[in-house]
Nanobody, 123 residues
Framework: QLQLVESGGGLVQPGGSLRLSCAAS????????IGWFRQAPGKEREGVSC????????DSADSVKGRFTISRDNAKNTVYLQMDNLKPEDTAVYYC????????????????WGQGTQVTVSS
């Protein structure tokens, strides 16, 4: 059974940076696409950025393009989300998730989920 654990969240000022990590255990991530999703209070969970199993393809939401970068280190069984120039509207619980296929970065495509890590952007 694939288990995912997110880390790296916290409180940051607008314009600041955070790097989230998604560490996997139980199975190798080599064959899984990984996505980062977020859910703000009162809103639906949305796709932020997803990466194929090889790391060659990515798909990101327009709202984060140019600010967030997804990457993976299969040797470490870990996927990262580098978040720069953070804005208050980025405040949410961030989840990583795994899928056996890489198509589009939407919640129904992903099967295994972590518990989430809180990101708060505030001055």
């Amino acid at each position: 059974q694939l288990q995912l654990v997110e880390s790296g969240g916290g409180l940051v000022q607008p314009g600041g940076s955070l790097r989230l990590s998604c560490a996997a255990s139980g199975l190798s991530l080599d064959n899984y696409a990984i996505g980062w999703f977020r859910q703000a209070p009162g809103k639906e969970r949305e796709g932020v950025s997803c990466i194929s199993s090889s790391g060659e393809s990515t798909d990101s939401a327009d709202s984060v393009k140019g600010r967030f970068t997804i990457s993976r280190d299969n040797a470490k069984n870990t996927v990262y989300l580098q978040m720069d120039n953070l804005k208050p509207e980025d405040t949410a619980v961030y989840y990583c998730a795994a899928s056996g296929v890489f198509r589009i970065c939407v919640v129904p495509e992903y099967d295994y989920w972590g518990q989430g890590t809180q990101v708060t952007v505030s001055s």
